[in-house]
């Protein structure tokens, strides 16, 4: 036997990640024409998803959910099946990410195992510092700032229905979320008209609607605030509203229940929309409250094209991130 020491293997350096920063954390990561290829790669995915089916082969995305979900795990874990690769769900309801560890010990784990990372929190932090430190690709599945894959896929939807964006007004009555943020970036990126009327108290982040405008000096975006719900319908082509207490906020139901029932999506605020205008929603839907049945369950609802196309853009954003067809850098694109 040899008395020589063994010699320390090199210590092994953490994967290099040849995209850095190609992350989806909020509607200002992308530039319009990223927007546009992710459509279209969405428009080609859903029309021929056979074509796909190898397109993450070899790929493991860690999903890591504070929060409760039914469509954005499963577009998720479909998707990501539907495309060739593999999946595990954390489900971190009962305990925030860093509750056991620090974030960047987390990140520095998972990104020696995962080729993505999908996270749902309730700070918008938390997403924010796993894209800074993990090195592979890090997608918000809803925060408290944002929720980009949805305001992707419904103004896909939007595309489906109406052809050009810049032609069409959506109006977004009631609370100014997570939801409306993104509704409001993607709008302004896109070049689109929004309308949105929230209570007092509950419009937009103020950062959120300085970066919209910013965005929209350059794309032509129209964005118009308001209080009153009529007024902000009047005429538009999609009328969408979301829950008015949203998740991490049920302390504050009662308050709220007595402050938005004037937006409430009934037939009297739909009829001063356009004859041809379509209800949207991102669900879950508190029925009778923020939307009357007669409306969502009308001819005029597309909650579920906006419910199915979620898996179809995922699965595109997927592809440009991960793996697939796309390899332009996607962060810093308006920098
Ligand atoms: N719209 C949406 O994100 O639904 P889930 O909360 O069920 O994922
Ligand atoms: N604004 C809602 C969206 C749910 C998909 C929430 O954050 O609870």
């Known amino acids: 036997m040899s008395s020589q020491t063994l010699a320390a293997p090199a210590r092994p350096q953490p994967p290099i990640n040849p995209h850095p920063g190609r992350d ?7 530039s319009p024409i990223e927007v546009e290829s992710l459509f279209h790669l969405s428009a080609l995915v859903k029309a021929r998803p056979q074509d796909f089916r190898t397109a993450l082969a070899g790929k493991h995305i860690a999903m890591f959910f504070e929060k409760p979900s039914l469509r954005t795990r499963l577009t998720f ?3 990501i099946c539907g495309l060739g690769g593999s999946v ?12 056991r560890e620090t974030l960047s010990d987390i990140a520095h784990n998972v990104e020696r195992w995962v080729s993505g990372i999908v996270l749902r929190t309730f700070a918008h932090e938390t997403v924010a510092g796993m894209a800074e430190l993990a090195c592979v690709p890090v997608i918000n599945a809803l925060s408290e700032v944002e929720h980009p894959c949805q305001a992707l896929a419904d103004y896909f939807t939007l595309h489906e229905k109406f052809g050009n964006l810049r032609k069409i007004c959506l109006a977004y009555v009631g609370d100014g979320n997570n939801v409306m943020h993104s509704l409001l970036l993607t709008s302004a990126v896109l070049g689109s008209k929004i309308r949105i009327a929230t209570p007092k108290g509950y419009g937009p982040n103020p950062q959120i609607l300085a970066d919209a405008h910013d965005i929209a000096k350059n794309t032509g975006a129209i964005i118009e605030l308001m209080t009153d719900p009529h007024q902000a319908v009047r005429g538009v082509d999609a009328v969408y509203t979301d829950a008015w207490t949203s998740m991490g906020h049920e302390h504050e139901t009662e308050e709220r229940a007595k402050t938005f029932p004037p937006y409430q999506v009934n037939d009297k605020l739909m009829a001063g929309a356009a004859p041809h205008a379509v209800f949207m929603h991102c669900l879950p839907a ?10 969502i369950d009308s001819v005029r609802s597309i909650v579920f094209d906006q419910a ?3 898996m179809h853009v995922q ?3 997927l592809m440009m991130l991960v793996g697939g067809k796309s390899r332009q850098p996607l962060r810093s694109a308006h920098a």
Do not use: P, Y
Not at 88 to 99: G, K, M, P, V, Y
Not at 286 to 295: C, G, K, P, W, Y
């Open 24 to 30: 989806l954390v909020s509607i200002r990561d992308l």
């Open 286 to 295: 508190h029925r009778n409250e923020e939307v009357t049945d007669a409306i």
């Open 77 to 79: 874990e479909a998707g």
């Open 88 to 99: 595990s769900f954390i489900d971190q309801r009962h305990e925030r990410l860093e509750a």
């Open 308 to 310: 199915e196309n979620r």
């Open 315 to 317: 699965k595109a954003i």
